[in-house]
């Protein structure tokens, strides 16, 4: 089991600062979540993780290893997968190929193959349509592709950005139980998310962010009545 920490980081695009002095750890084999509003800065901070967007100021570490501005590539060799928001998917090519593509740094065929069954055990509908265009599918199901792919790397941590953005109720409830079970099997997840309910319902421990602030934490059960979470969304 996998940590992430991250220490005062100061996150800008143009000189302009969207994260700012933002400190929290991601916990070994538990669900960590990061609620906040549209436009907070939630995305940053994965961007921020990945390398996509390197902070400024601050340090983002693995295990205790720095990785702060490290390449993306090897953000994903210290054992980090995405399931990034809005799914983005590869429509013209079907779902096994979309599968595949998840375990591009894995040579050995066996372990591929057992991993993608392991994602058909866990999505029984993604075997039944193993060959079709992920651009015919529905949006839930385009999801389960996506969380499937971000397994086919064999993650320590799994950072999920959004999964309810777009979905119905029914594949919001589907898509939260998969990612229960996911911190079940002893991978770490990094859930980031607008949706308060659903999230500190199988949240172990939580953070708000706020005009790219934390401005509160704790356990999941405390931030459900606590009056931050209320401001940082409703104001």
Same mark, same amino acid.
């Given at each position: 089991? =996998?940590?992430?920490?991250?220490?005062?980081?100061?996150? !800008?695009?143009?000189? !302009?600062?969207?994260?700012?002095?933002?400190?929290?750890?991601?916990?070994?084999?538990?669900?960590?979540?990061?609620?906040g =509003?549209?436009?907070?800065?939630?995305?940053?901070?994965?961007?921020s $993780?990945?390398?996509?967007?390197?902070?400024?100021?601050?340090?983002? =570490?693995?295990?205790?290893? &720095?990785?702060?501005?490290?390449?993306?590539?090897?953000?994903?060799?210290? *054992?980090?997968?995405?399931?990034?928001?809005?799914?983005?998917?590869?429509?013209?090519?079907?779902v096994?190929?979309?599968?595949?593509?998840?375990?591009?740094?894995?040579?050995?065929?066996?372990?591929?193959?057992?991993?993608?069954?392991?994602?058909?055990?866990?999505?029984p509908r993604l075997?039944?349509?193993?060959? #079709?265009?992920?651009g015919?599918?529905?949006?839930?199901? #385009?999801?389960?592709?996506?969380?499937?792919? *971000?397994?086919?790397?064999?993650?320590?941590?799994?950072l999920?950005?959004?999964?309810?953005?777009?979905?119905s109720?029914?594949?919001?409830?589907?898509?939260?139980?998969?990612? &229960?079970?996911?911190?079940?099997?002893? $991978?770490?997840?990094?859930?980031?998310? #607008?949706?308060?309910?659903?999230?500190?319902?199988? !949240?172990?421990?939580?953070?708000?962010?706020?005009?790219?602030?934390?401005?509160?934490? *704790? =356990?999941?059960?405390?931030?459900?009545?606590?009056?931050?979470?209320? !401001?940082?969304?409703? *104001?």
């Amino acid at each position: 089991m =996998s940590s992430i920490k991250i220490e005062n980081v100061y996150t !800008a695009y143009d000189k !302009a600062d969207v994260l700012m002095d933002v400190s929290l750890e991601v916990v070994p084999g538990k669900i960590t979540a990061l609620l906040g =509003s549209n436009g907070a800065g939630k995305s940053t901070l994965i961007r921020s $993780i990945l390398g996509l967007t390197p902070p400024r100021e601050g340090r983002i =570490s693995v295990d205790g290893k &720095d990785i702060t501005g490290a390449p993306t590539h090897k953000v994903i060799a210290e *054992g980090i997968a995405c399931i990034p928001e809005g799914r983005r998917m590869f429509p013209k090519l079907t779902v096994t190929e979309n599968l595949r593509l998840g375990a591009f740094q894995v040579s050995d065929e066996a372990l591929i193959r057992d991993r993608m069954e392991k994602v058909f055990d866990t999505f029984p509908r993604l075997a039944e349509r193993r060959d #079709q265009l992920t651009g015919t599918m529905s949006g839930g199901e #385009q999801a389960m592709v996506s969380i499937g792919r *971000g397994l086919m790397g064999g993650p320590r941590i799994l950072l999920i950005d959004e999964p309810s953005l777009g979905l119905s109720p029914l594949y919001v409830k589907e898509n939260f139980k998969i990612i &229960d079970g996911i911190r079940d099997s002893g $991978i770490t997840v990094f859930l980031v998310e #607008q949706n308060v309910r659903q999230t500190l319902a199988i !949240a172990d421990y939580g953070y708000v962010l706020s005009g790219g602030r934390v401005v509160a934490e *704790g =356990s999941a059960e405390a931030l459900k009545d606590d009056k931050e979470v209320y !401001a940082a969304y409703f *104001g």
